[in-house]
């Protein structure tokens, strides 16, 4: 847990950074604003007294964890929050005319305008049952008094400069038959039908995969630069800041704790910043963990053969032979890197699970797996043809290993992982686990097996029934699973495992909804663990949560991993998650594997030019000299 | 498109096979054709022989489902069951017991029914959805606050009360419109004003709350933060944005019982004295006429198997996302 001290909110306001810019000449003044939500009879402030400026033409951003406020802030200045939130006081001028001041109908002449916005998800944000063309048609003529085929013509236009391949033929289509990345650029297209001075972007990268929120902050830089428009950039990604921002503000629990131009990421001033920045995993921190965290018990722990030997002996040859033998299995030459864990020192620990007849095999053994979705067509549903989500993949995984599954939305990772649950039927190959092939079970056997690899969901809010007590939830697996368990030592089971993610015990008697989004994880890595698994199937289980919440998270599975010997199948597409965690990694596109190997050896000196293309696209902060500072 | 509905018409057949079934044996269950023949000729002076005459004449004289009397096909086809039902498949509704033709009946009864149910439906819908617009358009304030407790206190009040208060404000006191009773042809129309307002009225409470918790769930969208976004003043956001996405729910409820406005308000017709087919059916059980009663059946189920396919039909043209396949 990140620890704030108490004079925490304290903000921290450098002096040059207050005089540059004047706010005589801003383009947009935010001073004093105040905002809060009416929670049943009570008024929850948001924003608590925020202040600040853009520029013309200036690149702000305003970063912070999920509920900081900072989205609220940006709606406020439009006087578009929801209809529980209230402007409580605090000026916004836009020029010379106070936006709370204005009636109503005067706030169509602003919204679009002069502040054009867009979204974090797309999705939601285009109107599903308009085509893409008629919802920028509707800004073109409101704003611009366009019509008819000068309409059409602008649009196009507006589409094509926002880099929309072909026009024309989206022109006339519906928001879900674009993909992900277009959608944003049909959005970003609509904020600037209008020609706005300012262009809020409000998490604008974040629903989106690496390689197209690299395209998507090109397009913005390329926009600020050819318009001259202000951008304000929200976000929570200090990568994309340092991509894209001259001057940062840093917001927490309503409030701006610290304002600073580029300088910010040479040294943040307040602790709170400090932490932020550190939170945020980097592709480098693989190598600063190794030094830092895994201490000789850890790798211990972590050493497939070690936890694996009965009698406190291990043939170290064999080991490393069935390890090469592995490796090069899968088509990758063995690391020298993984040498150093079969350190004589660490041999003699202590086993925890009896021997058993498969424990040569790895955990995990994958082979040409599949999983096709029939298309079907015609009066009979006759099958025409099949999408190949999952199309032979072939992998193994040790006890006590982490095995990274990276790669775009779409490309079958979490298909595959759902397959090898038998959550999805899969449609050919081989699953061999702990050395039994389980594609072949039935009925009970199956069951008993299932309870050995679990699988923890990308949105903890969603994966857990809501009329269900936490403690039930924990529990049910449990029950399921060991019938003859009395109630009382369940109860105690329960408590223990919920101490052992870092809740209370009492948490076991509240419902999901009162648990915040890193809380209800935890709940849901309880809940997994519940019934001893070997192998956790981790799909995407912190892309959903805030910077600082992940990195606990990520703690939680590390410390888990080391205490209970576990394995991780780990489904991600973040690859600073992947540097933090990984033992290996595979990289899939399009339902196949194109390259796997140690993490140090994927991240660092990839061969597939799909991996280099992925590498790339990740937005890095860059320690910039002083002279970057505005 | 056609691949699917020809798949749902053909899957339509066992499902109507069933319904036939279920009705004959929940009718055959409470009544035996000496029930029948009894009800149709007076419980007193009933000789046996009289009534083995009524069963023999209407071919109620024959096992229910199996003649195990019989030979050959004659084992399945000498039956209650395959004389009176089988034929329904082919709209041939045959007689009714007291020896009516029952395809020519609904022909005839089915104008009135329609003459009141398509405009109330048609009218109450542009009423509901337009006091849920201006419910919504007014969110947050005593107007809101006020229109949805009439609105609950509206459909609070049983159906039965806005009948007999209509007919007695409006038919007897303000003599606007006559109390009850039809005519032919367009003089038609002073019969008929008085059942579809009062349809209007009693429905206009529940009607307008659903269509606005629908549209309340619409606005708070992202999509509809876009349009305002935009500029896009209120009034414009609402018709053009969620008023759009919001027909899609309403179409459900809609669409489906569009053909089944062919049968009537068993209610309102028998309480304004419609010629309707509500009326005709309510009749009908009353005097246990199991030909009338089949056929009305199998006519509403035809209608509301019809009305489905409407229904996935109409969502492929007000929802693109939907493709049926």
Known sequence: ??????????????????????????????????????????????????????????????????????SVTALSVLRLLPQSGRILGGRAMLGDRDLFALPEFAMSGIRGKRIGI??????????????VGRQIGEALSLQRGLKGRALKARALELLDHVGLPDPARHFNEYPHQLSGGMRQRAMIAIALAGEPDLLIADEPTTALDVTLQAQILDLLKRLQRDTGMALWLITHDFGVVAELCTRVAVMRAGKIIEQNGRGFFEGPEHPYSRELLAAMPRLDARLRDSEVDFDDKAVDARNPFLRASGGGTVDLTEGGERLASAMSRDGIKKSPLDLPRLAPSS???????????????PLLEVRDFKVHYPIKKGIFQRTVDTVRAVDGVSFSLERGETLALVGESGCGKTTLGKGLLNLIKPSGGRVRFDGEDIAGLKGEARRKRCAEMQIIFQDPYSSMNPRMIVGDIVEEGLRAQHPGIAAEERRERVEDLLRAVGLPPEARLRYPHEFSGGQRQRICIARALAVEPKLIVCDEPTSALDVSVQAQILRLLRELRERRGLSYLFITHDLAVVAALADRVAVMRRGRIVEMGETRQVLFEPTHAYTRGLLAAVPKLRRTGPSGAP | MIGYLLRRLLYAFPLLLGINVLT????????????????????????????????????????????????????????????????????????????????????????????????????????DISVALLLVFFRLTYLEFWGVALCVAAMSVSTLFYIIGGQYLVGKLLQLTPISGYDTGLNAWRFVALPVLIGIVAGVGSGARWYRTLFLEEVE???????????????????????????????????????????????????????GLGSYTIDAINQQDFAIVRSMVFLGSVLYILGLLLTDISYTLVDPRVRLG
């Open chain 1, 347 to 361: 041999v003699g620990s202590r086993m925890e699970r009896p021997e058993r007849e498969g424990i040569k095999a």
């Open chain 1, 118 to 131: 867009i979204f974090q998800d797309p999705m939601s944000s285009l109107n599903p049952v308009l085509t």
């Open chain 2, 24 to 127: 004959f044996i929940l009718f055959f269950v409470v009544n035996t054709p000496d029930d029948m023949a009894r009800m149709h000729l007076g419980q007193k002076h009933v000789t046996p022989e009289s009534v083995e005459k009524w069963k023999r004449e209407r071919g109620y004289d024959l096992p229910l489902f199996w003649n195990a009397k019989a030979g050959g096909t004659e084992k399945v086809t000498g039956t209650i069951f395959y004389q009176k039902s089988l034929g329904l498949f082919l709209f041939r509704f045959g007689r009714s017991d007291d020896g009516r033709d029952i395809g020519a009946d609904i022909g005839q009864r089915m104008w009135p029914s329609l003459a009141i149910a398509v405009p109330s439906l048609l009218v109450g819908l542009l009423v």
């Open chain 1, 1 to 70: 847990m990140p620890s704030i001290r108490e004079g925490g909110n304290e903000v921290i306001v450098p002096e040059p950074s207050r005089t540059k810019t004047e706010p005589a000449r801003a383009l947009l003044a935010v001073a004093d604003l105040r905002v809060a939500f009416r929670q049943d009879a009570n008024w929850v402030p948001a924003v608590d007294g925020v202040s600040f400026h853009i520029g013309k033409g200036e690149s702000f951003a305003l970063v912070g964890e999920s509920g900081s406020g900072k």
């Open chain 2, 221 to 275: 969208k992202d999509y509809v933060r876009t349009a305002r976004a935009k500029g896009l003043p209120e009034p414009r956001v609402l018709f053009a944005h969620v008023l759009r996405n919001a027909l899609i729910p309403i179409l459900t409820g809609v669409v489906v019982v569009l053909p089944l406005l062919f049968t009537g308000s068993l209610i309102t017709e028998s309480f304004f004295a419609i010629p």
